[in-house]
């Protein structure tokens, strides 16, 4: 609560974006319109928006609604979110305004702003605001593994998995609300969790920028002035301008 979220890049467009998130709250607003439309407990739902607050805002919402969300990274290929979809038939698939996916095939699409436009119809302005699973042993997500030994395969994790991690790890790192964690890898791999729900658990901030530098892992972070620094670089793969520019002060990682 009262948290600090950024997702955009270089330091100087960094949003205190929870306000974002909360103001009066978009995700709250996208979960009533989630359960207007009979998504809750036991469902999952796509997620393939744009890698920005919109991505985190959509999380929550479905989180909120009681659901667990389906990661969907469209820079994969094609052939593999297909598969996925056809895989974990979701309820619906979340996208950013005016995506229409071909490899959705018969899930129905909606995009964000679709969610946020029915929750201010008198219908679902009147659904109670949801507040997430009723059990830690909900879902909380399902991650698909690369294939490489076969077809993907999906990996269900339930909220008590990732609340044990992060409580577990709070006391190696001793995270605070001042911390800004680096966003680098894909949200459909599980090393986002530590990334997005580590930032958003402790207050910290999150900071996109990082994820620029993969097609050039020598260049310096655009995130590195003393104003706001990496101090938390989630996993072994992060670009190695960070640690040279001396950023990351504590690595992070399971």
Request: hydrophobic share 40%; glycine share 12%; net charge negative.
């Amino acid at each position: 609560p009262g948290a600090v979220v950024s997702a955009t890049s270089p330091p100087a467009r960094r949003i205190r974006s929870m306000m974002e998130i909360r103001r009066p709250s978009r995700s709250d607003a996208m979960a009533r319109s989630l359960r207007a439309r009979g998504i809750g407990a036991g469902d999952l739902v796509g997620v393939a928006t744009a890698r920005d607050t919109s991505l985190v805002v959509v999380m929550l919402a479905v989180l909120k609604a009681g659901a667990g969300y389906l990661p969907l990274d469209t820079g994969n290929p094609e052939e593999r979110l297909r598969y996925i979809v056809d895989d974990a038939a979701p309820a619906c698939l979340i996208v950013s305004d005016g995506d229409r996916p071909g490899w959705a095939g018969e899930c129905e699409v909606v995009e964000a702003g679709e969610l946020l436009d029915e929750a201010g119809t008198p219908e679902v302005a009147a659904v109670p605001v949801p507040r997430g699973p009723r059990t830690p042993e909900a879902t909380a997500y399902v991650i698909y593994t690369s294939g490489s030994t076969g077809a993907p395969k999906g990996v269900e994790i339930v909220h008590r998995n990732v609340a044990t991690l992060l409580d577990a790890a709070s006391a190696d790192f001793e995270f605070t609300p001042e911390d800004v964690w680096s966003v680098f890898h894909s949200y459909a791999f599980d090393f986002s969790v530590w990334e997005l729900w580590g930032a958003l658990l402790y207050g910290g901030t999150l900071d996109e920028a990082v994820s620029q530098m993969k097609g050039n892992p020598g260049t310096s972070s655009p995130a590195s002035p003393a104003t706001a620094p990496i101090t938390v670089i989630a996993g072994g793969a992060t670009p190695g301008g960070l640690e040279r520019g001396g950023a990351g002060r504590r690595l992070g990682g399971w």
